[in-house]
């Protein structure tokens, strides 16, 4: 006899139960997913909140050597930390008030002691000093010594000599050939200030008169007077890539009007190293010399088009172990 075997039959489901069964899962699914969302604390602080979320702003003035230094400073902690950095600039005196109203977070651009001791003296208490990031920095009146041009002398130079002077106490007696003009940036600033007291130590206030404008008007007035050959004394500073591009001398300070070396010091807003220990840490050892930061300056004239931001990465490679250094244990 033989056996016959019966397939079981597959059991099929109304369509209309299907989906119900499918909804229920879903409903179940999103339940638990919503439950895990809410089990998560609510973000406290900077270690739990994404970095990219938290917006700092750095103010500068607009000044070379600070748009390089801020663009480095946000390139730093944007590509190599994750913050993302909004830069402001502004005139001097609403840098320093800014950051210590807490309006701005971080201010890389503090020269001192001498060239903004009067900020510094009437907001040190609100702000948090961070220390030097450029030592070896330099204010005072400067001079070109001389043009450009393909002329050898006895001496071998392939220039002519302009200005023969050396000495702040010299100016007066060689107002004529300065036109009585010395050249300057906007009022605000530290420099200004300086040179207006030099003017009445040395007793030039009756010979000379300072001109105020802008550093790329200042800039301008530089390269026509050196070109056509005619004398110019201007407020000049050191980080700056005019030291590459001419022949200067800083004239002799003997009243030490305008101080010795200067550094360019780091400053943040009060409570900023409880907000924001990580960025308070890489930030106080951020440093270059004036000769590395005079590099970025040239790369960003060199390469407007750009942008600064882009020539701050590009420094950020060529020097990758320094960077490695501040930011090491941070990231």
Not at 107 to 132: F, H, I, M, S, V
Not at 239 to 260: A, M
Not at 282 to 294: A, D, F, G, H, T
Request: charged fraction near 25%; hydrophobic fraction near 40%; aromatic fraction near 8%.
């Amino acid at each position: 006899m033989t056996e016959t075997r019966v397939k079981p039959s597959k059991r099929i489901l109304p369509r209309g139960i299907v989906s119900c069964v499918l909804s229920a899962s879903l409903l179940c699914m999103l339940a638990v997913l919503s439950s895990c969302e809410k089990a998560e604390p609510e973000s406290t602080g900077e270690a739990e909140a994404p970095r990219s979320r938290t917006v700092l702003t750095l103010v500068h003035p607009e000044w070379s050597t600070e748009i390089a230094s801020a663009s480095l400073f946000q390139a730093v902690l944007q590509e190599r930390m994750g913050y993302t950095v909004h830069l402001l600039a502004v005139p001097v005196g609403e840098m320093w008030s800014r950051l210590a109203s807490g309006e701005a977070d971080i201010l890389t651009g503090a020269w001192l002691p001498a060239t903004q001791r009067d900020y510094y003296e009437e907001y040190a208490p609100a702000l948090d000093d961070l220390g030097p990031n450029l030592e070896g920095a330099r204010i005072g009146l400067v001079v070109p010594t001389h043009t450009p041009g393909r002329q050898t002398g006895p001496s071998g130079q392939t220039s002519r000599e302009l200005v023969s002077i050396s000495s702040i106490e010299d100016l007066k007696n060689n107002a004529s050939r300065f036109k009585g003009r010395i050249v300057g940036i906007e009022s605000g600033a530290g420099i200004m200030a300086r040179t207006r007291d030099a003017m009445e130590a040395y007793g030039l206030t009756a010979d000379f008169f300072l001109e105020e404008s802008d550093e790329e008007r200042m800039v301008r007035r530089l390269s026509e007077a050196v070109y056509s050959g005619q004398w110019i004394v201007f407020t000049g500073w050191r980080p700056h890539r005019i030291f590459e591009l001419y022949n200067l001398r800083f004239l002799d300070d003997p009243l030490g009007i305008f101080g010795q070396n200067e550094a360019i010091h780091t400053m943040v807003r009060r409570g900023f190293r409880e907000d924001h220990p990580e960025v308070h840490a890489v930030l106080s050892r951020i440093n270059y010399s004036p000769e590395q930061l005079e590099r970025l300056m040239r790369w960003i004239h060199e390469n407007r088009e750009d942008g600064p931001y882009r020539q701050a990465l590009r420094w950020i490679r060529v020097n990758k172990s320094l960077v490695d250094s501040w930011v090491s244990g941070n990231q």
